[in-house]
C-alpha cells in the first residue's frame, strides 16, 4: 500500500480554475500508476484522470478533455490535476489512487491505495 495526501481543493466560480496535488508515500515500490477519482452524495466514484508513472500515458475522462490535465513529478513521487475552465457539474469530493502493479489504470476496482479526498465546489 501507498499513503497518499491530497491537497489544493477548495472554491471557485465557473470558468475558474483548480490545481490539485497528491503527494506519495516513499515505499520500496513507486506506483506504475496514478489518477483522480471523484465522487458526488448518492453517486458511484467515477474516474477522471490517470497517469502511467513511467511512460508518461494520460487518461481522461470525457467530461474533463481539454479542460483537465494530469502530470506528475516521479522524483517527488507526486502528481497534479490542473483544472480549468471548471463548471458547477464538476463539484465533488476529489480522491487520488495510486496503482503498484502493472496493468489497466481506469476503474475504481484497478487501484489499491487512496487518499483521503479534498473537496472541489465550483458555484455558478
Known amino acids: 500500500q501507498v499513503q497518499l495526501v491530497e491537497s489544493g481543493g477548495g472554491s471557485v466560480q465557473a470558468g475558474g480554475s483548480l490545481r490539485l496535488s497528491c503527494a506519495a508515500s516513499?515505499?520500496?515500490?513507486?506506483?506504475?500508476?496514478m489518477g483522480w477519482f471523484r465522487q458526488v452524495p448518492g453517486k458511484e466514484r467515477e474516474a477522471v484522470a490517470a497517469?502511467?508513472?513511467?511512460?508518461?500515458?494520460?487518461i481522461y475522462a470525457d467530461s474533463v478533455k481539454g479542460r483537465f490535465t494530469i502530470s506528475r513529478d516521479n522524483a517527488e513521487n507526486t502528481v497534479y490535476l490542473q483544472m480549468n475552465s471548471l463548471k458547477p457539474e464538476d463539484t465533488a469530493m476529489y480522491y487520488c489512487?495510486?496503482?503498484?502493479?502493472?496493468?489497466?489504470?481506469?476503474?475504481?476496482?484497478?487501484?489499491?491505495?487512496w487518499g483521503q479526498g479534498t473537496q472541489v465546489t465550483v458555484s455558478a
Open positions: 489512487a495510486a496503482k503498484v502493479l502493472g496493468g489497466r489504470c481506469i476503474a475504481v476496482a484497478d487501484f489499491g491505495s
Open positions: 516513499r515505499s520500496t515500490y513507486s506506483p506504475n500508476c
Open positions: 497517469v502511467y508513472t513511467q511512460s508518461g500515458l494520460t
